[in-house]
């Protein structure tokens, strides 16, 4: 069970970083901040004060994102979708 959380965690944190990539595309970010932002996040989310249902709303603000960045936009591309 120890190993969900983790995943948990780790999910919630590249997702969260993707999606302030996604909010700053047009501003030019130097890689090291994102490095930050990564290191900031996972502290953030092993804390023991931060409650239980706040990881899990990002988890699944995180997921979600990941799935549209990586999937859907994939399958739009694909197949011609708008928004591609």
Do not use: H
Not at 6 to 19: D, P, Q, T
Not at 35 to 52: D, K, M
């Amino acid at each position: 069970m120890e190993d969900f959380a983790l995943l948990k965690n780790i999910l919630a944190v590249v997702g969260s970083v993707e999606m302030v990539k996604n909010f700053t595309k047009k501003v030019k970010v130097p890689g090291f901040v994102w490095a930050l932002l990564t290191t900031a996040l996972s502290v953030v989310s092993v804390l023991p004060f931060i409650p239980e249902w706040v990881l899990d709303a990002v988890l699944v603000l995180s997921v979600s994102t990941l799935f549209y960045d990586n999937i859907l936009q994939r399958y739009k591309k694909k197949f011609g979708g708008e928004d591609a």
